[in-house]
């Protein structure tokens, strides 16, 4: 057990900050008389006292040859090394640690939510809500149902990410700041003047920047919640409609209707296309209709800079790179790997669940073409370890059963809120006193002071 995390305070009823504190021997250098300044920078009082981490400091010779040496330079030794008693309280204890410390491992029920509730209320800063999820992401639009453990009952949140802001309804709509890098990520793959088809839009979260950045964008979402909340962000982040157009249909219809009506002339004036898809559980199903798009098309097509999709899937299972592609050649339902540019693993959604981006290149043998015909995949085709054939069904490798209109998602994962928890809290005004600094600060002092001796 570590030292300096809170004692185990089991089955209590309320929280009572006072069953937290903590007694602990807390190694400790004492320096006085000297030029305090060169050790701890911006220092002016006589003395100091620098607390070590327990852990792994238990004696003089804990430390290393060359911080010994630097500490005797500056006519420091062992006769400065004490331990000293020190009483760690609520306040210098992460929410994490509270929270381990109150709760049994796996244990669920009335008290486990209000602790809860109670801790990452008092302990994130700013917090407004905690909330906990009380269903799975079970339907169409993604988002969930709530119940509020502490605070406000209102939903409506407002966050900041890559530049702009983003107003929404958090119980209504879809949200998650962990996809915050593979938005700035797309973001920073498309340059001004491009073009990009959002088909599952949500409330703006790759749409917004890129029309910021003077991306052509047309945005779509099936949720209303969502399209008026995108409608909003657009508008407070002073977007210019010539770079906006918003859409409220299912995503097979913005492909077949309003991808197939712009497309065209895009791909005349050479302009960079790319359709985002980002609906992990399903976007795959929605491949076949690039198929054939454009085939009616009465004029020729420029093909020199072919449309680009990211397509996002779920993918379970160790071969993941090769599950992501098996299931996209599934979806089309013809070989299409030589179409496939990129493969990317964009986080881990749980053990073994792996959310994945792929990159295919929408080329005139597609839009156009008869590839169809010609690339069937009536013979099977081997990927990693897979063997892919038509009308067998790669394992599902989502939790999601169902279809595009009627979407059943059985996600087992609790989601903990819309609340980060915090870095450690334990800022020295909140420590009692022995002096002002606390023990992560000292030691981290410690580690600058070693540096600057190391440069004397
Ligand atoms: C996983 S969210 C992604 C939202 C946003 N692009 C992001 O990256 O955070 C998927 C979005 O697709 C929308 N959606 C679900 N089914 C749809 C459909 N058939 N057609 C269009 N949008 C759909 C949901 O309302 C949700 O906003």
Redesign the pocket.
Known sequence: MNILKPPEVREITSLDKKLFQKEVQLPCLTLKDMKLSQIVPHNTESEVRIFLDPEKVSAWTSLTEDARKVLNDLKVDETNLKKVEYVLQYENFTADDVLKSVLPPDKEGKHVKLHKGEILYDKVHGCKSVVNKTNMIDN????FKMEVLKGDDDMLTTVKENGCTFKFDFSK????SR?CT??ERIVNKVNSGDVVF??????????VPLAKKKCYVYA????P??YNWLNHNAKANKLNETYFKSFN??????IREDIKKYLPDCLNNKQNVYI?M??????VQ?LKDFIGLLKNYDTELNFSSPPIVFV?CFAKGEDYVAIAKSLVIENFGFDVSDKIVDVFKVRTVSSMKEMMRVTIKLDGDLLVGDLPKKRKLEEGLELGNKKINVGVKVEDTTEDVGN??G?VHLENKIRKGPVKLPKPDISSSKLPTINDEDVLETQKKLEEATQVLHNI
Do not use: C, I, M
Not at 140 to 143: K, L, P
Not at 173 to 176: A, P, Q, S
Not at 220 to 223: F, G, K, S
């Open positions: 169409t639009y993604r988002n709509v879809y949200w998650n996809l593979e938005h959002d088909v599952f839009a949500g409330v703006g979260p790759f749409s779509n979402d099936l949720n919640d969502s249909k299912d995503g097979g219809e913005f985002v980002n609906l992990p559980a399903l976007a929605f996002y595009r209109q979407l």
